[in-house]
C-alpha cells in the first residue's frame, strides 16, 4: 500500500486540536521547559528556520486553528531527511516520536508542494475494551 502523508507526532494531545502533538510542538515545548541543553536548542533552531525558510506557514497554523500538517510523500524526501536531527534530539531527551503514515489525514484546508492542512475533529473518542477474540483456554 502505498500512503500519501507522512506526519512526525508523539503521545501528548495538543488541547487546540486534540491530536497528538507535532514534532514542531514538542521540540519547541522541551525548550520552554528548560529541558534541552543550549547547543541542542541551538541546532534545533537551525531545523526550524531552515522549514520556515523553505515551506509556507499556513495561515490556520499560525492562528492555532484545530488543523494538523502532514508531508506528502511524494515530495518528503528531503522534508525527513532535514526533520532526522529533531526526532535525534527527540529521542536524546526520552521524548517518543512516532512516524505516521495515512491516506486520510481529514479534510484538507490547505495544500502546497510539499504539505497538506487538515482539519481535526476536534474530540478524541475513547472505547470500552472490546471482548478478547482469542479462543478460550
Not at 526520552?94 to 474530540?123: M, R, S, W
Amino acid at each position: 500500500m502505498q500512503f500519501k502523508y507522512a506526519r512526525i507526532q508523539g503521545n501528548e494531545v495538543a488541547k487546540n486540536t486534540m491530536y497528538a502533538k507535532g514534532i514542531f510542538s514538542m521540540c519547541w515545548q522541551l525548550i520552554r521547559d528548560d529541558v534541552m541543553d543550549e547547543e541542542d536548542v541551538d541546532l534545533f533552531k537551525e531545523i526550524d528556520s531552515w522549514f520556515a525558510e523553505t515551506l509556507p506557514w499556513p495561515e490556520a497554523c499560525r492562528n492555532q486553528e484545530p488543523v494538523v500538517c502532514w508531508f506528502k510523500t511524494e515530495n518528503a524526501d528531503e522534508m525527513l531527511k532535514m526533520i532526522r536531527p529533531a526526532m535525534w534530539l527527540l529521542e536524546r531527551y526520552n521524548h517518543p516520536c512516532f512516524l505516521v503514515y495515512t491516506n486520510t489525514p481529514g479534510e484538507i484546508i490547505y495544500e502546497d508542494h510539499y504539505q497538506v492542512v487538515a482539519k481535526t475533529p476536534g474530540f478524541i473518542q475513547i472505547d470500552e475494551v472490546q471482548e478478547s477474540w482469542s479462543p478460550e483456554d
